[in-house]
């Protein structure tokens, strides 16, 4: 309870600017995080703002004030920065400044950037953690709006409660969101249910490159610029394309590589499923992020990005599984 009290109480003497951020290219968790936050700080009478590099995701265009999230850039520095679901304020991808930051997360490792930082790896996600904070504020507070907020990070954190993340404290707190109004139904039918044609034309695409390795314990998928810019769909959009890969039998890992607009950059998800430790692989090139989900970035040709992938792959299945038969 030591890191609640201790978020709180900061929050507390603040008496200037706060700004709540989360990681570029936001999902779930983050944004959730950073709305329910915010509502919460605004009935306490604070001065708050919320901001991300990336624009929303349109699957969380549903949540209350998600239309008050500015864009990140560089200004003055500010006096408080509550940095939400990273493992360090670089991870915002804007070079921004506090004079005090507080960082709330569930990631292993990354920055302390203060002495105010609440970062528990064994929490289901950092909406989990959120929800901690503001029931030991004040419970009263937590209305149907913020509970919505918390939940869809919580879902889509676990994968819909799928993801060896899952513990009975995460359903202990879905079941505190629900008695607060969050509807399950509601929120699963606004994330996974309202893909627009665009995005099926976009998948149908990225479904084709699939390849498998290390006779099917690998399995990679590919998203060209050229194939966003064909169907106008949107980068953010593509979230979720690679569970279809990890789906496949006897996967143990799967990735998909994400072409950015430089044409030269890879934006790389990595996804696994309880076997082998897939942070280990993104922070082979730079990244982080759970034992099931990670992810990186890699400047290179798509032949070659995919190769150091595999390679790198295969290098730590070897060391978490019994040996398999190299195709």
Known sequence: MEGEVAVIERI?????EILIVTHENPDGDGIGSMIALYRFLIKEGKNVRMAMKDDLPYIYNFLPDSDKIEKLLPENTYNLIILVDAAGLYRTGVDIKGREVIRIDHHVGGIKESDYDYVDPSAPSTTYMVGLILKRWDEKQIDKEIAECLYTGLMTDTGSFRYNNVDERAFEMAEFLVEKG???SYISTMVYERNRPNVIHLLHRVLSTLKMDYEGHIASLVVRRSFIDEVGALEEETEGFVNFAKSIEDVDVAFIMIQKPDLKTWRVSLRGK??????NIARMFGGGGHKDAAGCRII????NVRKMLVDA????IQKSLKPVKVA
């Not at 507390?12 to 200037?16: L, Q």
């Open 313 to 316: 792959i295969k290098t730590e």
């Open 12 to 16: 507390k003497r603040e008496e200037g």
């Open 182 to 184: 969050a509807d399950p």
């Open 274 to 279: 309880g076997k082998v430790n897939v942070q």
């Open 300 to 303: 290179g040709s798509e032949e």
